[in-house]
């Protein structure tokens, strides 16, 4: 096994995940299998706790693993499914050695975090990189070096090192290298800070990756060469680029495949990036012609819907749109009242989310698309909302609501999934992962997927209530897709240009050259709208 760590210094949110993502990339097309790991050094076993404003979006994997958004930007590079064992947690690995230390697993010894906690970060490392049958792994260390949560893992990762041999590991760190003043200035102090911080703990890096607003310039490049003591062609400027997808060329014009020969020992490489780059131009050659509503709790941080976005980006370039996206807090709906936001949009997409706060912002988008004719997409709670929506003012129901909140009513169309009740855990206890969706003949559903199963990622503890479902379809509801008969998974209506719902999450299978095809649908409807 061959790995590649990317640590990240001087602040967070450099990027690094697009980094590992990208250098993952060059590889596989090289002809490499590659796999990556995410460690995240905070102790919540997992994201599935975490508001999205703590890190943006919960990222859900097909085993149901509910992991960091960054495992997303790892599955669209690489075109692989992973598992929740490819994010490892501060809380995964304590919680390990605390359950060996309660068998008897340590009997007689004081368990210390070395080597107890850095063994077993890299027991978890060395598991994923087993069962993946990859010969190459990228492990992105979350956080920055220096901080205290990070420290057992920086350890780790340098005992891995002497373990693995320095032939079969790499470490490119990733720093900031801001433009200071009037003259425009590039300061690589930070840079020989966190590098120096980086080296007292054990681990030189052997590339630097430089985050610039614009390219480094060379006497800046050959500044941090000499006061970092790495090479000059180590030293990779990764400055801002128009898409992220553009990444993996900047990194293969600077020469990261010949450095990873190097020192990974590997046979002369050659890139295959001819597809990626196919994507790319038409990327860049779609036109803003198309205008999307996202109707969100949590729009004040883009990345809470990151995978929205990408499966939008991958659909435009599939339909010949670039999507502009009106962001309309859902909050801000449900206080004004003012739908005036909403007039000239070509589709509204309702995401999920979680509690009352905003949802009657949802329904309120969600009746002005029905009534409208405007293109809709509604995604778990956007879907549930769309049948609280029709209940109440179709079928007269206006107590009609969902058994999330509060609140007497005859009419909970949307209830907790029978085997929720019988947990108090809130940790991994939703329906998660990847679950078969059997699809009706004749549909809209069935022509957007042109097959009669599927099976796409959940996430969710609320469903359509049975009870209602008679009374729903009756009344013009059509759910064309279902899990064992009674589980709502689709809904549509037939009388509407384009109304689709679903109560899993086809945004996170989206991948770049094979977008998800309820999105790709959406897009194409909107567009017909826009011509």
């Known amino acids: 096994m061959k790995y590649i760590v990317v640590t990240g210094g001087v602040l967070s949110g450099l990027g690094k995940g697009i980094l590992a993502s990208s250098t993952g990339l060059l590889l596989k097309s090289c002809g490499f299998s590659v796999t990556a790991v995410k460690i995240d050094p905070y102790l919540n076993c997992d994201a599935g706790t975490m508001n999205p404003y703590q890190h943006g979006e919960v990222f859900v994997m097909d085993d149901g693993g509910e992991v960091d958004l960054d495992l997303g930007n790892y599955e669209r590079f690489l075109d692989v499914d992973m598992t929740r064992d490819n994010n490892i947690t501060t809380g995964k690995v304590f919680r390990a050695v605390i359950e060996k230390e309660r068998r008897g697993d340590y009997l007689g010894k004081t368990v210390q975090i070395i080597p107890h906690i850095t063994n077993e970060i890299k027991d978890q490392v060395r598991r994923v990189a087993g069962a993946s049958g990859a010969s190459i792994m990228i492990i992105e260390l979350g956080g920055t070096v220096g901080d205290i949560e990070s420290m057992p893992f920086i350890e780790a990762l340098r005992q891995l090192r002497q373990e693995a041999g320095r032939g079969n590991i790499m470490f490119i760190h990733t720093t900031l290298v801001p433009v200071v003043g009037a003259v425009g ?15 007292s703990l054990g681990i030189h890096p052997d590339v630097i990756a430089a985050r610039c ?18 090479p000059l062609k180590a030293v990779l400027s990764i400055h801002d680029v128009e898409f992220i997808h553009e990444v993996p ?33 038409a990327l860049k050659g779609t036109r803003a012609n198309v205008t999307i509503a996202l109707i969100g709790k949590y729009t004040h941080l883009k990345d809470s819907y990151i995978s929205h976005l990408k499966a939008l980006e991958h659909s435009g370039v599939e339909n010949g749109v670039k999507p502009k ?24 997409l309702v995401p999920g989310g979680f509690g ?42 206006k107590d009609a609501r969902s058994g ?13 999934m029978p085997e929720q009740g019988k947990t108090d855990s809130k940790g991994a206890t939703m329906r998660l992962g990847a679950h078969r969706v059997t699809i009706k003949d004749g549909t809209l559903a069935r022509k957007v997927y042109g097959v009669p199963e599927v099976r796409e990622r959940h996430r969710h503890r609320y469903e359509v209530n049975p009870t209602h479902v008679p009374r729903l379809e009756a009344a013009g509801i059509v759910f064309s897709g279902n899990d064992g008969g009674e589980r709502m998974e689709i809904m549509e209506l037939p ?23 309820p999105f790709r649908a959406f897009l194409a409807a909107a567009k017909r709208v826009a011509e």
């Open 249 to 281: 060329m900047l990194l293969e014009a600077q020469g990261i495949v010949p450095l990873a020969e190097e020192h990974l020992g590997l046979q002369k490489l050659k890139p295959d990036l001819e597809g990626w780059r196919r994507y790319v131009s």
């Open 404 to 416: 999330e909140f509060d609140g007497p009513s005859e009419h909970v169309v949307i209830d907790l």
């Open 495 to 517: 009388d509407h240009p384009f109304f689709l719902a679903t109560q899993f999450h086809p945004e996170l299978r989206s991948r770049p050259q094979k977008a998800s095809p």
């Open 185 to 199: 200035e590039q300061k690589t102090k930070p840079t020989q800070h966190s590098v120096k911080t980086l080296m």
């Open 325 to 348: 996206i009106v962001w309309v807090e859902a909050t801000d709906l449900e206080d004004t009242r003012d739908t005036s936001c909403l007039s000239g949009v070509h589709g509204i």
């Open 356 to 397: 009352v706060r905003g949802s009657e912002g949802k329904i309120l988008a969600i009746q002005y698309a029905r009534e409208h004719g405007i293109p809709y997409l509604g995604i778990c709670f956007g879907m549930q909302m769309a049948v609280v929506e029709y209940a109440r003012n179709v079928l007269g129901w």
């Open 213 to 230: 607003s614009i390219p480094i310039e060379p006497s800046t490049r050959e500044k941090i060469s000499l006061f970092c003591d790495v």
